[in-house]
């Protein structure tokens, strides 16, 4: 959200394209900034809103490009400048055959809904350029084709090949109703006879009030309560069964469709991944949730409103 701006007065409308996400989380976004006093927000005139970032905001924006420059050198440490090179080179080349831009962190569409473009109330248009289906909230902003990719930070790129890769295993999903980072980290370890709830609390947020995202999108079921009774188990439903079986085959699809579609590079990205995996630690995630910081974001915001 901060990386977007300058030193001058920027249109909220400018900054949804420029991040790259949607109105709904903007507006979730800039409200807490705001609040942290980040931000100052002006409304000159009906259906404009400009934004401009304060001292403050400045100096936090300068301090989250330098942590994410040392976290960048730390993961060049830790992996080797070698195989750093090569994952960048491979990202950058897949980054440069994309049609539109994305984020450069991955961003759910709103508090609520971990998917990267919200939906398909406006369906895909096969292109060229090729543009996914989406939400009415979400930006499409076709990318500059004479970019090159190569000049750009390797988070950023990380986040261009995951977006890229929920977008493609979003428009197979058909409705299930379950993002790929909810299937990849938690249903598809859940058998039919379901597992406890502290451990579905864990893996995949459920609460087993009815209010969690899964519950609330019918894709798993928790056991009513009895009594004092600590122990409950959490059962897919048929729509959560329905996306624990077609995960595996819908990420096969996309890695080939990725194989005929930008070629050597995917290849190379993999073999780099792959010799990398070794040295990550193992209770790193399948997949990014792809909410979590705009749910601390959110309450940040409320923290600075109640000082």
Avoid at 21 to 28: D, E, F, H, M, P
Avoid at 58 to 86: H, K, V, Y
Wanted: proline residues 5%.
């Amino acid at each position: 959200m901060l990386r977007p701006f300058d030193d001058g007065m920027l249109d909220q409308r400018e900054l949804i394209r420029r991040a790259v996400i949607s109105k709904r989380a903007a507006r979730a976004l800039v409200r807490d900034l705001e609040r942290l006093r980040w931000l100052t927000v002006e409304k000159p005139a009906r259906g404009q809103t400009l934004l401009k970032l304060t001292p403050e905001g400045q100096r936090a924006r300068t301090a989250g490009e330098q942590l994410a420059n040392t976290a960048e050198d730390s993961f060049r440490t830790q992996f080797g400048e070698d195989r750093t090179t090569r994952l960048c080179e491979a990202l950058a080349a897949l980054t440069n055959q994309l049609e539109i831009e994305l984020p450069w962190y991955l961003t759910g569409y709103g508090l609520a809904d971990s998917s990267l473009t919200g939906g398909s109330h406006i369906p895909e248009q096969p292109g060229p350029p090729r543009i996914p289906a989406h939400g009415t909230d979400w930006p499409v902003v076709l990318r500059d084709q004479t970019a090159d990719a190569a000049c750009l930070p390797l988070v950023g790129l990380l986040s261009h090949a995951l977006a890229a890769f929920r977008i493609d295993y979003e428009c197979g999903m058909r409705g299930h109703g379950a993002g790929l980072d909810f299937v990849a980290n938690f249903l598809q370890f859940v058998g039919d006879d379901g597992v406890d709830l502290k451990m579905a609390a864990e893996m995949g947020g459920v609460v087993g009030n009815g209010r969690s995202v899964l519950e609330r999108h019918l894709v798993v079921v928790v056991e009513p309560r009895q009594g004092r009774t600590q122990s409950r188990q959490v059962y897919l439903t048929p729509k959560g069964k329905q996306a624990r079986d077609a995960y595996p085959h819908l990420v096969a699809r996309v890695e080939q469709d990725w194989q005929e579609r930008y070629g050597d590079c995917v290849t190379d990205l993999w073999r780099t991944l792959e010799s990398m995996d070794q040295d990550l630690d193992t209770d790193v995630p399948n997949f990014p949730n792809t909410t979590d910081w705009l749910y601390r974001s959110m309450l940040a915001g409320s923290g600075a409103r109640r000082r």
